[in-house]
């Protein structure tokens, strides 16, 4: 297993482009089951998540190749297997967008449960009674989800208890091939969600509601194929940007969606960190002391949760207490305790994170538990005085596309170097 070996302390200086974002790519990919025709995705990020997805794709019929700029996939006749196993489905929770689409076009999906997740249960009741409310039959057996829906779906009104992200794009990837109009209320609106809607326009689906959280769908027969691009990954983005402030460095994100970043960026701000924000660019920089911020997290367009360990790092080098809540998922603070062996000061309570700042931090071996975790435990390692050693990388191989070499290029000296064999 791969480690990140990072010589502290450093300053990230220059320039770094956003990848294309992993959370818009997995729905879209999973989107090309209700194709007839090819869909070329542009900006799609070459991180681990996708090569699953591709691989998921390809078991159930659907063909993938590279292209200029992007990946074309093949859908093919819609008739192949309608099964995601759990070999794949246990490696990423995502797999779980295979489901509305399987359902929608081929009449019968059955995928494996995600099971339990290192950041909390993590139920998919909302993703399954919406289903059951365009009226698929669906049971769960033997750790997996099967769904029948022989005659086709059929339009309805539906409201989610909780706004889900995944739960709202499998849903609606589903309504898009039902007969008649759908409306589903309370639905998440995170950016990836429109940019799904984008996706499924070009391929001819009719939506109305884009950014909100009500969603009118009127059915269509089929669906053809077309061209569309991913948007930029705010959360990877986002987090360059706060190991700029961290550093007291001075980054400029390149290609990305500025309002995407603005609960981020409005946070930054606060904290004493100079933002500056042009058309498709935002520059951090900071040279004196940080203010310790309180923090919630919330649904988008609150700040999002992928972002919260990477701002627990920030706070410990900001001057006071900071009182760090985390509402949406349980259990997502383990990045804390491996913070606190390289100096931190944080108590845990709780749903909220107590941190005292400034102390300083010096580098120590390091496990990563998640993905977003192990981008914190990164940050830490380039702000803290000596080496650290970040073990169990393939968490942040899922979800930043070259994160080596974008550090390296902002100046921080990061190798890659192989660990123990797997147990
Ligand atoms: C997505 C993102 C993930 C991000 C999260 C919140 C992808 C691939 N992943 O995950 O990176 O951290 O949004 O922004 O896009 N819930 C239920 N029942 C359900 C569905 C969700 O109780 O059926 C709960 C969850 O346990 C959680 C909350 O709702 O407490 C929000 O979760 P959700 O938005 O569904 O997260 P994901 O879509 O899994």
Redesign the pocket.
Known sequence: MDRFRIHGPCRLSGSVEASGA??AA??ALAATLLAREPVILRRVPRVRDIATMRELLSRLGVESEEAENGLRFHPGGGDGSSEALYDLVKTM??SV?TLGPLTARRGRARVSLPGGCA???????????GLAALGAEVRLEHGYVETRAEGGLRGARFRF???????T?NVLMAAVLAEGDTVLENC?R?P?IGNLIEVLETLGAKIDGRGTDTLRIQGVDALGGGDATIIPDR?EGGTYLLGAALTRGDVTLERCRPRDLEPLLEQLDSTGARVETGPDRVRVQTDGELRARDLQTA??PGF???LQAQYTTLMTQARGRSRIRET???NRFQHTAELMRMGAEIEVRGDTAEVDGPTPLTGARVMATD??ASACLVLAGLAAEGETLVQRIYHLDRGYEGFEEKLTALGCRVERTPGPPTP
Request: charged letters at 30%.
């Open positions: 992993k959370n997995l729905p929770r995502a967008l950041i909390g249960v993590r139920p998919i009741d909302q993703h399954l009674a208890e909780m706004p889900t992200v995944t739960g794009e998440a995170e990836e959360i649904p988008h999002p949760t992928d949406v998922f349980e993905l977003r």
